[in-house]
Structure formats: structure tokens, C-alpha cells
């Protein structure tokens, strides 16, 4: 069966602070994880190419690389460090926070952190990534409504399209926070795919709308990125191999 795992990663740096650490991996982790992913010898593709792979492979799981938030880290560090290993990726921005700051980590009490230029978004862009987008404000989508909805999907993919040049098509819903009206807005937008932060892997009934991603932690050593690359779990832990077994064995009675 054709299926494919879509990691998550967010700042590629060095945390600033303790409640930072979980989503930002230093660019040594980052690379440590890419050189990784190389030698599993597992296929990387475009998430473009998602919906072609699953409908033409039947016996092998594909990887998607995204990155959220759009923090200048993206470019100075991620995009460097992908370039390196010819991989694609996805990096998900917010057009109202472009040249700006993490206005919204700083309320959650994070430190503040730059976003990327347009410039190097494009820069970006033209190096083969791929720009999506995460909403106009890094939004809770499923408590908008009229007009607010329509600015972060419609206005914010008409932003992102006339900056880049070129058609945006994902959208990464922020929290992984949306609802049924979310997901029609996204693709009422014109977006062909949503992203959702639900772990596991995706499969060829898979709602392009809710695709699901698997979260890799700042602080995940290779031995956890290996074991969510085989069982595309949200949280690696030591037991968890025997846990999932056990769990087939039983016929899922063990919960």
C-alpha cells in the first residue's frame, strides 16, 4: 500500500529559552536528522507531489518535509541545510507577519524572534521549495467566521501568490486548529491540500484536507526520528515498538 509520512518542524535554531526548546532543533540536530532520512534510503518528494504518489505506488511510504511559522531561521538555516541534501520541503508563512516579528509566540511568553523577508521567501522559492501558507496572523482558525475567515485564507493566499510570482496551493492550519467550516474555507480559498497536526500516516483515502503530520520535537534524538519514520508516531518513546505490537496483536483491546 502506497502511504507517505509528513514531518513537522518549526524554528531550526538554537532555543532561546526552555519552553522554546520543543520546537526549535539546532541546525547540528537538523542536519544530523536530514543525513538521516538520506541513509534510510526513503523517498523525499515534493507535498505537491503527494496525491500522484499515493494513487501510483503501492509498496512504499514516501517522506514530505514542512517547516512552520516562517521564522527567519527558515532561510538563514533550514533552507541551507535542505539544499545541502537535495531535499524538498514546505515552509508554511504568514503574509501578515512578513519582515516582522513572532508577535503571537511573544504573547504565550517566547522570545522574539524575526520572520522571513519577502526576499528571501522568494529567494526560497526560486531555489525549488515550496511556500505555503499558515494563515494571514498565525490565526485559531475554528473560531473565525465571515470576513475574518476570507482574510486569512482568500487575502492571505492572494498576498503569498502576488509577492512569490507563483500559485500557492497548501495551507497549514495553525494549533492544527480548524473544523468542518475550516476546511471548506481552505478549500473554497483555492488551496488543493490542509494540514492538520494529527500523527500518522497517510494513505490513499486520505482527506487531502486533513493530511496528517508527524511532529518532530527540538530535542529528538535520532533514535525517536527513526522510530516516527516506522510508525509515524506523535511521541517516540522506548516501549512504544512493543506497545504497538502488542496492540495488533490483541486486536487494539489494549487501548
Same mark, same amino acid.
Request: a negative charge.
Given at each position: 500500500m502506497g502511504r507517505?509520512?509528513?514531518?513537522?518542524?518549526?524554528?531550526?535554531?538554537?532555543p532561546r529559552s526552555e519552553a522554546e526548546a520543543r520546537y526549535a532543533i539546532t541546525p547540528e540536530r537538523f542536519s544530523e536528522h536530514m543525513g538521516l532520512i538520506h541513509n534510510q534510503n526513503m523517498p523525499v518528494i515534493a507535498l505537491g507531489?503527494?496525491?500522484?504518489?499515493?494513487?501510483?505506488?503501492?509498496?512504499?511510504?514516501?517522506?514530505?518535509?514542512?517547516?512552520?511559522?516562517?521564522?527567519?531561521?527558515a532561510y538563514s538555516q533550514?533552507?541551507?541545510?535542505l539544499t545541502e541534501h537535495g531535499f524538498p520541503?514546505?515552509?508554511?508563512?504568514?503574509?501578515? !507577519?512578513?519582515?516582522?516579528?513572532?508577535?503571537?509566540?511573544?504573547a504565550e511568553g517566547f522570545p522574539a524572534r524575526k520572520m522571513l523577508s519577502w526576499e528571501q521567501a522568494r529567494e526560497m522559492a526560486a531555489g525549488g521549495m515550496d511556500m505555503g501558507c499558515h494563515s494571514m496572523s498565525h490565526a485559531k482558525m475554528a473560531t473565525l467566521s465571515g470576513a475574518? !475567515?476570507?482574510?486569512?485564507?482568500?487575502?492571505?493566499?492572494?498576498?503569498?501568490?502576488?509577492?512569490?510570482?507563483?500559485?500557492?496551493?497548501?495551507?497549514?492550519?495553525?494549533?492544527?486548529?480548524?473544523?468542518?467550516?475550516?476546511?471548506?474555507?481552505?478549500?473554497?480559498a483555492?488551496?488543493?491540500?490542509?494540514?492538520s497536526v494529527r500523527a500518522g500516516f497517510n494513505e490513499r483515502?486520505?482527506?487531502?484536507?486533513?493530511?496528517r503530520r508527524v511532529e518532530v520535537y527540538g530535542r529528538d534524538?535520532?533514535?525517536?526520528?527513526?522510530?516516527? !519514520?516506522?510508525?509515524?508516531?506523535?511521541?517516540?518513546?522506548?516501549?512504544?515498538?512493543?506497545?504497538?505490537?502488542?496492540?495488533?496483536?490483541?486486536?487494539?483491546?489494549?487501548?
Open positions: 507517505a509520512i509528513i514531518l513537522m518542524y518549526h524554528i531550526v535554531d538554537t507531489a503527494l496525491p500522484d504518489w499515493l494513487a501510483k505506488h503501492h509498496d512504499q511510504t514516501a517522506l514530505v518535509i514542512t517547516l512552520d511559522d516562517g521564522t527567519e531561521d533550514a533552507f541551507r541545510i520541503a514546505s515552509f508554511f508563512v504568514l503574509p501578515g !507577519l512578513m519582515g516582522g516579528e513572532n508577535g503571537w509566540m511573544q475574518d !475567515l476570507l482574510r486569512e485564507t482568500v487575502e492571505a493566499r492572494d498576498i503569498l501568490e502576488q509577492q512569490l510570482g507563483e500559485s500557492v496551493k497548501h495551507f497549514a492550519y495553525p494549533y492544527g486548529n480548524f473544523s468542518d467550516a475550516v476546511c471548506d474555507a481552505v478549500r473554497n483555492g488551496f488543493a491540500q490542509g494540514l483515502d486520505v482527506n487531502p484536507f486533513i493530511l534524538e535520532n533514535w525517536q526520528l527513526t522510530q516516527k !519514520l516506522t510508525y509515524a508516531n506523535a511521541t517516540a518513546t522506548r516501549t512504544y515498538p512493543m506497545r504497538y505490537y502488542l496492540n495488533r496483536l490483541t486486536g487494539g483491546r489494549l487501548g
